[in-house]
T-cell receptor, first 116, second 112 residues
Framework: AQSVAQPEDQVNVAEGNPLTVKCTYS??????LFWYVQYPNRGLQFLLK????DNLVKGSYGFEAEFNKSQTSFHLKKPSALVSDSALYFC??????????????WGLGTSLAVNP | DAGVTQSPTHLIKTRGQHVTLRCSPI?????VSWYQQVLGQGPQFIFQ???????GRGNFPDRFSARQFPNYSSELNVNALLLGDSALYLC???????????FGEGSWLTVV
């Protein structure tokens, strides 16, 4: 069965420090991986995705994520956090080889708080 | 270009009532998905439609139904509302099923 785990409910970092939001996944085939961000009382915004190719994916707002097949991880990173990055972050996975089963599987979310 | 638009943005209904939520996808997108997000949780998949046909259904009761129109817009209908249906309902569109989905701002439903 497909699953996504975001092991940290909350991550706290100081502004200017690097941030990492963790995500691990389980799929039977090859994964498509996604990160979305949700600001308070807003919908979800697409940040970046891994489909194939380079393991380091760059996305919106200076975020990047590294696909690690051996560790089945897709951690979200940013070299220097901003207070405005404070939001809820969701990791999602789809099994590329699932045929008609194209449903995204979502993590429970990680709340990122960047302190000034 | 306009993103995914949803209406209404907020609404309050009483138990037992019916609600219809509407969604217009990004221009050129033919697939629409609906999600329910309860406060403090991740999105839960309800339906996916593509070319007016249902392509996927999540684990929701039959009180939930949806349809997609020829212009690719969509409606989500919920009958016999329960207090537990109070949530943010998100619509997302993609050019094709399986492609990256883009969300609207959601419709906040409160059932009292």
């Amino acid at each position: 069965a497909q699953s996504v785990a975001q092991p940290e409910d909350q991550v706290n970092v100081a502004e200017g420090n690097p941030l990492t939001v963790k995500c691990t996944y389980s799929v039977s085939g090859n994964p498509y991986l996604f990160w979305y961000v949700q600001y308070p009382n807003r919908g979800l915004q697409f940040l970046l995705k891994y489909i194939t190719g380079d393991n380091l994916v760059k996305g919106s707002y200076g975020f990047e994520a590294e696909f690690n097949k051996s560790q089945t991880s897709f951690h979200l990173k940013k070299p220097s956090a901003l207070v405005s990055d404070s939001a809820l972050y969701f990791c999602a996975v789809r099994d590329r080889d699932a045929g008609n089963n194209r449903k995204l599987i979502w993590g429970l979310g990680t709340s990122l708080a960047v302190n000034p | 270009d306009a993103g995914v638009t949803q209406s209404p943005t907020h609404l309050i209904k009483t138990r037992g009532q019916h609600v219809t939520l509407r969604c217009s996808p990004i221009s050129g997108h033919k697939s629409v998905s609906w999600y329910q997000q309860v406060l403090g949780q991740g999105p839960q998949f309800i339906f996916q439609y593509y070319e007016k046909e249902e392509r996927g259904r999540g684990n929701f009761p039959d009180r939930f139904s949806a349809r997609q129109f020829p212009n690719y817009s969509s409606e989500l209908n919920v009958n016999a509302l329960l207090l537990g249906d109070s949530a943010l309902y998100l619509c997302a569109s993609s050019s094709l099923p399986g492609n990256t989905i883009y969300f609207g701002e959601g419709s906040w439903l409160t059932v009292v």
